[in-house]
C-alpha cells in the first residue's frame, strides 16, 4: 500500500519534470534561421520554390529539417538522418514536394512544391533542429491565377443608349475591372457582379450603358491584385449604331416596312388578276370569232356581233341563231369559273399539315412508331384485330386525317429500303384482296418499283427521268382542281403532276405502299 502511495506520487511529479527537462533542452541554437523577407509569389499550375537558409552558412545534412503549416504534424515535408521522412505527410502534399539537396552542404534548406494550387496559399514554418538547437523562418506563399482576357458583348439598347457587358474568368486574387475610353479616362460603371467558383477562381462582369454623348472607343481593362501585367480589349462603335437606340424608332421602322410590304403584295396580286382576265377575254374573243364564223358561214348577209369581246348574253346580236349564242353564254361562264379558280390559286395559300397514319388501315406486317409519324415493315405478323378497313395482302396504309376540299402538302422522308410508294388514295378505295395502283382505283402515287422510279398511271407506269428515286419528296393535294402533285425535296423541283381528277365528294387520305425491309417517315 505505502509503495503503491509512492509510486503514484513519484508518476505525478516526474510529469511536469519531463516537461520542464524538455523545453530547457530545446533552447535556443547558436545558428539561426532565414526566409525571405517578402512573399513568395506564384501562378497555379506552376512550380514555386520557397527559400530558407541557415545563417552562418554550414552543412545541414545532419540536422533536421521540418516545413510545415498551422502545426507541426502532419507536416509539408521533412528531412532527418539524411533522407526525406513521409510517415505524417499532410495529404494534399504528398508527391508533391522535394527538399532541394544540392544546396544542403551550404546550409540551404530551399522546398519545391510542384503543381501549386489554391489551396496552396499561406504562411510556412521552415523549422532546423541540431541536437538540442532548433530555429525558425516563416515564408508566406501567394498564390495567383491569370484569368482569360475580356470578352466584350454588345447586349441590347437601354436608356438612350447601348448596354455593353465585360466578362472574364479564372482569375486569383479578385482583381480590379476598369472602363477606359480613348484617352484613358475612368468611365463609371452600371453594376459589378463577382463570384467565385468552386476551386477558388474570381469572375467578374461590368456593365456600361454607352451612349453617343460619351467617347464611341471604349477598353475594358481588368488588373490583377499582385502582377503587373493586366489584360485589356478594346472595341469602337461606330454612329449608326445608336441610330437604332431609341425602341419607338425601331417599332416604326418595322410597321412601315411591314405596311410597305402588305401594300406591294396587294399591288401585285391585283395586277396578277388584271392580266389573268386580259388573257381570258382575248382567249374568249377569239373562240366566240371562231364559233360565229363557223355558225355564219354561207349567209353573207348576216354580219359579225359589234362587240367580239362579249362573254355576255347581252353581248351578242340578235339575229345569232339562239343555240349559238346559249352555248357561247355557257362556255364564257365556263372559263369564268376557270379564271377564278386560278386566281384563288394566287390568292389562297396551300397548307402544309402534320400527317399522323392510322394503325387501324395498316396492314399487320406494318409497324408503326409510337407517334404515328413514321412506318417500318418487317415482315412479322402483329397480333392486330382483323378490320374491315385494314389492308391485305397489300402493305398499305392511310393517314388518319382526310380532306374534302382546300391545297394542302406534307413530306415523306425514305429513311431505308428498297421499293416504296406515296402519295393520296380515296376513302372508298379497295382494302382486300389485288389492288391496282392507279387513278382508276382511286390511287395516285409514286414511287420505287422493281428498282425503277414511276408514276403510277394507267394503263401502263410513267418512268419519270430522275436518275435514283429521292429520298424526300413533298406531295401536293388541291381538292377543288382535283391536282395531285410531287416534287424532289432533295433536287428542289417537280417530279410529276398527274391528269386534273375529280375526287367525286370522296375524303381524300394520305397514303403510303412499303416494300420489304422499307422504313418511311412522314415529315413534320
Known amino acids: 500500500m505505502v509503495f503503491g502511495c509512492h509510486l503514484q506520487c513519484s508518476l505525478l511529479a516526474f510529469i511536469p519534470y519531463s516537461l520542464v527537462f524538455h523545453v530547457c533542452e530545446l533552447q535556443s541554437a547558436t545558428f539561426s534561421v532565414k526566409g525571405p523577407p517578402d512573399p513568395v509569389a506564384m501562378a497555379v499550375g506552376q512550380d514555386v520554390v520557397l527559400p530558407c537558409h541557415v545563417s552562418p552558412a554550414q ?84 498564390v495567383t491565377a491569370s484569368g482569360s482576357a475580356p470578352r466584350i458583348v454588345l447586349e441590347h439598347y437601354q436608356d438612350g443608349g447601348i448596354r455593353v457587358a465585360c466578362r472574364s474568368g479564372g482569375w486569383f486574387p479578385q482583381p480590379q475591372v476598369l472602363w477606359q475610353d480613348h484617352c484613358g479616362q475612368h468611365l463609371p460603371s452600371l453594376s459589378e457582379n463577382i463570384t467565385q467558383d468552386e476551386s477558388g477562381l474570381f469572375a467578374m462582369e461590368s456593365i456600361l450603358i454607352l451612349t453617343r454623348s460619351a467617347s464611341q472607343e471604349v477598353a475594358c481593362v481588368v488588373r490583377p491584385a499582385l502582377q503587373s501585367q493586366e489584360k485589356e480589349s478594346s472595341f469602337y462603335i461606330s454612329d449608326p449604331f445608336f441610330q437604332n437606340a431609341h425602341p419607338w424608332k425601331i417599332g416604326l421602322g418595322v410597321v412601315l416596312v411591314a405596311v410597305l410590304s402588305l401594300f406591294i403584295i396587294a399591288v401585285y396580286l391585283f395586277r396578277r388578276k388584271g392580266q389573268h382576265e386580259k388573257q381570258c377575254k382575248q382567249q374568249h374573243c377569239g373562240t366566240v370569232l371562231l364559233k360565229l364564223g363557223f355558225a355564219l358561214l354561207g349567209s353573207a348577209e348576216v354580219q359579225p356581233p359589234a362587240q367580239a369581246d362579249g362573254c355576255r348574253r347581252g353581248d351578242i346580236q340578235a ?13 364564257c361562264f365556263a372559263e369564268r369559273q376557270a379564271e377564278e379558280l386560278e386566281w384563288r390559286r394566287y390568292a389562297v395559300p396551300i397548307e402544309n399539315v402534320a400527317v399522323v397514319l392510322d394503325s387501324d388501315t395498316a396492314h399487320c406486317d406494318l409497324v408503326l412508331s409510337d407517334d404515328c409519324k413514321s412506318v417500318k415493315r418487317e415482315d412479322k405478323l402483329q397480333n392486330v384485330p382483323s378490320l374491315p378497313q385494314r389492308f391485305d395482302p397489300w402493305r398499305c396504309v392511310l393517314g388518319c386525317e382526310g380532306y374534302t376540299s382546300g391545297r394542302y402538302y406534307w413530306e415523306v422522308e425514305v429513311v431505308d429500303g ?69 416534287f424532289s425535296v432533295d433536287e428542289k423541283n417537280s417530279i410529276f403532276t398527274f391528269p386534273l381528277a375529280s375526287f367525286d365528294g370522296f375524303r381524300v387520305h394520305p397514303w403510303v405502299w412499303l416494300g420489304p425491309g422499307t422504313w418511311l417517315k412522314m415529315c413534320p
Open 418 to 486: 428498297g421499293g416504296w410508294a406515296v402519295g393520296v388514295s380515296r376513302e372508298d378505295v379497295k382494302r382486300k384482296g389485288e389492288i391496282q395502283f392507279s387513278p382508276e382505283e382511286g390511287i395516285w402515287a409514286v414511287g420505287n418499283w422493281a428498282g425503277k422510279f414511276k408514276a403510277f398511271t394507267s394503263p401502263e407506269h410513267t418512268l419519270l427521268h430522275e436518275s435514283q428515286a429521292p429520298t424526300r419528296v413533298r406531295v401536293s393535294l388541291d381538292y377543288e382542281v382535283g391536282r395531285v402533285t410531287f
Open 59 to 142: 552543412s545541414v545534412q545532419d540536422m533536421e529539417v521540418t516545413w510545415f503549416r498551422e502545426q507541426f504534424t502532419p507536416f509539408v515535408h521533412r528531412y532527418k538522418e539524411r533522407q526525406d521522412q513521409y510517415g505524417d505527410q499532410m495529404v494534399q502534399y504528398q508527391g508533391r514536394t522535394e527538399l532541394l539537396k544540392d544546396g544542403l552542404t551550404n546550409g540551404s534548406v530551399d522546398l519545391r512544391i510542384f503543381r501549386v494550387q489554391l489551396s496552396d496559399k499561406g504562411l510556412y514554418t521552415c523549422f532546423v533542429r541540431s541536437g538540442s538547437e532548433y530555429d525558425e523562418a516563416v515564408v508566406e506563399l501567394k
Open 319 to 331: 339575229d345569232i341563231p339562239q343555240p349559238i349564242c346559249d352555248d357561247l353564254h355557257a362556255f
